[in-house]
């Protein structure tokens, strides 16, 4: 069992920046594929980012490329979302996630692809 806890989230003006973390427990993730995806009200879950098991390669969301970066603490069991030039449609609740087997023929860009969430962060940006 991983229990993942994030942190971070708050308001901010657009253009703005935030750096969520997401601290794990109970397994090293250093191995483990995780990620992070969002949830604006009434809205389903959205595929943000994922870094894959091996060698470290990230695949992001077009509408956050270039302004979201994900990045690891090995030391800290940590991952973090940096979140640069911050939108109004970046609203939402942001969980980290993070799958042990880390498939190569999986995407992991949908929920169910992933067995370990986080209880998610609110981030709110205003216009």
């Known amino acids: 069992q991983v229990q993942l806890v994030e942190s971070g989230g708050g308001l901010v003006q657009a253009g703005g920046s935030l750096r969520l973390s997401c601290a794990a427990s109970?397994?090293?993730?250093?191995?483990?594929?995780v990620g992070w995806f969002r949830q604006a009200p009434g809205k389903e879950r959205e595929f943000v980012v994922v870094s894959r098991r091996s060698g470290g390669v990230k695949y992001y969301a077009d509408s956050v490329k270039g302004r979201f970066t994900i990045s690891r603490d090995y030391a800290k069991n940590t991952v973090y979302l940096q979140m640069n030039s911050l939108k109004p449609e970046d609203t939402a609740v942001y969980y980290c996630?993070?799958?042990?087997?880390?498939?190569?023929?999986?995407?992991?860009?949908?929920?169910?692809?992933?067995?370990?969430w986080g209880q998610g962060t609110q981030v709110t940006v205003s216009s």
């Open positions: 109970g397994r090293t993730l250093s191995t483990y594929v």
């Open positions: 996630v993070a799958d042990p087997i880390g498939y190569s023929g999986r995407s992991y860009r949908t929920p169910d692809e992933y067995d370990y």
